[in-house]
């Protein structure tokens, strides 16, 4: 495994965008008549199933597939299961999507589930896992793992979202109480939030470390913050759990302190919408609502051939319906007009270098991709360091013929994770 030097030749020249000076509270989008939530794990038709067509959930119900399920999801609402089916995601991964149609006359609270006191990590996996911010609770949980630091992020990972930022700054008192609440359940010792080095605010953080990141794109990327601030380096192919190190939106905190004060999971998504003229709308949506409710609400049209990108310009992935739903992860979502997406080609490397001189792992990307475009997974690993990319897609931006080089990078990542795991 050839290891390199974890800096860059040439800084990249890409900033990130900053939070507006008035934080207004995002725009409401109605509950709509059917919601659509995701479950990790694909319908086996050997087994019988405990969920069907025709079930009445109530709003925080957990969903399984089967008695030996580990994976779970959560209804947002009280209604009736519609039906569920599979769902294939970029790289052909199979989930199930479940579709609920929901009632309105169920917004009691004999139709909400009341949660059980939770007095430690582990059974706050147990029901949490789908609160909005996505926390990670399945890793905080596990006894393999030995995290000793949290890092809350209140910087967003990619460019034109200032989500993060905003829930951060916002509800700064729930994050805290989140954190406060995180430590008891996880006793892990140190905590830190990012906040970008720019931002103007004289809020006290009580415990909690600050770490100023830089504005400069990506710095805010989990192995830079490491690098630049934590004085850890991750190896190729780790995580930065194997460093001891766990990542937390700044919502999860929020949705956390929010579900301890009530007793009751909370399903309200904050996120940033981006129209195809650059109007930005930020929103809260209900966990499971579909994309096109809310392009609706906005007069956004779309038409054949437009892009959906959920997240950022540099990192997002394309979906391939507007009606996708609201995702508890989900915080920024991109229209692209057709006649402005860029073209991707199949011409060859020129070797112009640019990707190499741009790359924050510097990583021989002009070499690497080589091997990737003859499925050359392995050797692309041992050779030219597949695993150490950090996924900032600075690469496919400068690439001078258009090569699709962040995309190639990700699906040979994955092939990677699937060969070792066939071996």
């Known amino acids: 495994m050839i290891k390199r030097s974890f800096f860059s030749l040439s800084q990249p020249r890409l900033a990130y965008d900053l939070l507006e000076p008035d934080l207004k509270e995002p725009e409401s989008i109605p509950v709509p008549a059917i919601l659509s939530v995701l479950l990790p794990e ?6 019988q199933a405990l969920i069907k067509k025709g079930d009445a959930v109530k709003k925080g119900e957990k969903l399984k597939l089967y008695d030996d399920s580990t994976a779970y999801t959560t209804s947002p609402v009280a209604g009736t299961i519609k039906l569920f089916d599979s769902y ?33 990590i582990k059974l706050a996996d147990q029901f949490l ?39 951060s700054l916002k509800y700064m008192d729930e994050v805290k109480e989140g954190a406060k609440i995180l430590k008891k359940l996880t006793q892990v010792p140190k905590f830190c939030i990012t906040i970008p080095e720019n931002l103007d605010t004289k809020v006290s953080f009580d415990t909690i ?3 100023k990141i830089s504005n400069t794109y990506p710095s805010t990327l989990p192995a830079m913050i490491m690098k630049d601030h934590l004085n850890t380096v991750m190896s190729a192919g780790q995580t930065p759990e194997d460093s001891g190190i766990c990542f937390i939106r700044a919502e ?13 999971a909370v399903f309200d998504k904050v996120l ?41 310009p540099m990192r997002g992935v394309a979906t391939y319906t507007p009606h996708h739903p609201v995702l508890a992860d989900m915080d ?24 190499i001189r741009i790359c924050p792992a510097n990583i021989p990307v002009n070499m690497l991709v080589r091997y990737l475009e003859v499925d050359q997974y392995e050797n692309a690993a041992d050779k030219f360091d597949l695993e150490s990319c950090i996924d900032c897609g600075l690469c496919a931006y400068v690439c ?23 071996a």
């Open 42 to 47: 694909p319908i086996d038709n050997t087994k």
């Open 88 to 120: 294939s995601d970029d790289f052909g991964n199979i989930a199930t999507f479940i579709t609920i149609k929901a009632d309105p006359t169920q917004v009691s609270e004999a139709n909400t589930i009341n949660l059980p006191p939770m007095d430690d």
């Open 129 to 167: 896992r789908k609160l909005p911010g996505a926390p990670p609770f399945e890793i905080l949980a596990n006894d393999e793992i030995k995290i000793t630091t949290i890092v809350i992020t209140g910087t967003d990972t990619d460019l034109l979202s200032t989500t993060n930022q905003f829930v």
């Open 209 to 211: 470390e600050v770490l």
């Open 252 to 264: 999860a905190l929020v949705s956390l302190a929010r579900t301890y004060k009530t007793k009751k």
């Open 272 to 312: 940033t919408i981006i129209s195809k003229n650059g109007t930005r709308h930020r929103i809260r949506a209900t966990i499971g609502t579909p994309l096109s409710k809310i392009f609706a609400r906005f007069n956004i049209n779309i038409n054949e051939q437009d892009r959906i990108i959920i997240g950022g």
């Open 332 to 355: 920024t979502v991109i229209i692209q007009d057709r006649d402005i997406i860029p073209q991707l080609s199949d011409y060859p490397c020129v070797n112009c270098g640019k990707c």
């Open 400 to 422: 001078t013929a258009r090569i699709p080089l962040h995309q190639y990078i990700r699906l040979g990542k994955h092939e990677l994770l699937t060969l070792r795991a066939d």
